[in-house]
């Protein structure tokens, strides 16, 4: 379907991100959508596209993305691979993301400001900016992370950082306990969400990092000081702070059920998916790189030889799928999860709902959760 002409989509069950809605025309009109229109009230001369029962949510968006397509972004910084990422991502539901370049060198990271903000003049609605992830985390909780290339903050690269702008650098993960609030405040005083992660801040080192301005936590759990009895942690800080937001990789494999049941009763709308997806995603492999060692893929899981984790093999339509499928989480929930919640933490008012003005990024799956269709940007694609 043409993204200049006029259509609708009927036939579904709509999920707005406020209500589910029955018996109702979802109208696009060019890269908007135009309006929800009752069935009684419809234009019948318009054209449409029967979902034939199927349901139609906001595209989905991830914040945590470091490869899938058989690429990963560290590994080729260039605009193609986050071609090949953003046609993998629509396989699976995800309209938008943060390619995310996890620590490395600061020539890599000038490197990937400058692709990232040239693609953006074509592609604002598909690459929604960067996510550096590192290189100013703490060695002890590094992860699949490069040790190697793990440092303090280097005030000058930060005010490099903080220049490129929201637009280009849209989150940077630092461990908390190793920074300034100088340094904290100068991200976010323009707009870049600092996130906590690869962190083994004390509860006190959190809360003044929270305090300094701090607003998320990457993947909850994972690679941070754990909640003890006398001993909160970061996990302890997270949860004791309810404006603070938190990724979360829900593939039943990165956290324990129990675990991710108690983050969503605590966090509530403060609790968003993320896949942490690396290259096996859409792709045939067995083997990958990452953080400079060898990742091996098998059974679903993303592990090094040593048995560290390194990402995850996950979509975010098996996130959703899992979530309400193993959590108990109401599917209208997971929804927002994956799209209206980041939307909001990132400031996006056109983006992680469905309602007139907004950009017709959509994502249409079956009652098994499998994608049967997508529009991005009102470009239907059928048969996904």
Known sequence: MDALSTYALVNGTIYTGDRPLHDHALVIEGDKISALVALKDFDLNLPTIDLSGSSVAPGFIDMQLNGCGGVMFNDAIAPATLDIMHQTNLKSGTTSYLPTLITTSDQDMLTAMEVVKA????HPQSVLGLHLEGPYLNPKRKGIHNADHIRPIDRSMLEKIVAAGREVVRLVTIAPELAIAEDIKLLTGRGIIASAGHTDASYEEAIAGFDAGVQMATHLFNAMSPWQGRKPGMVGAIFDREEVYAGLIADGQHVHGASMRLAKK?????????????????????SFAIGGQQVFYKNGRCVSADGTLGGSALTMIEAIAHCVNHLDIPLPEAL??????????????????????YVANL???DRNFQIVGMVDQGHYLGGI
């Open 363 to 365: 994502a249409i799956f």
């Open 266 to 286: 605590l966090k509530q709308d403060k609790l968003i998916l993320v896949t942490d997806a690396t290259p096996p995603v859409g792709a045939e492999m067995e």
């Open 336 to 357: 927002r999860m994956a799209s209206t919640y980041p939307a909001k933490l990132m400031g996006l008012d056109r983006l992680g709902q469905i309602a007139p003005g």
């Open 119 to 122: 693609y953006r003049q074509t």
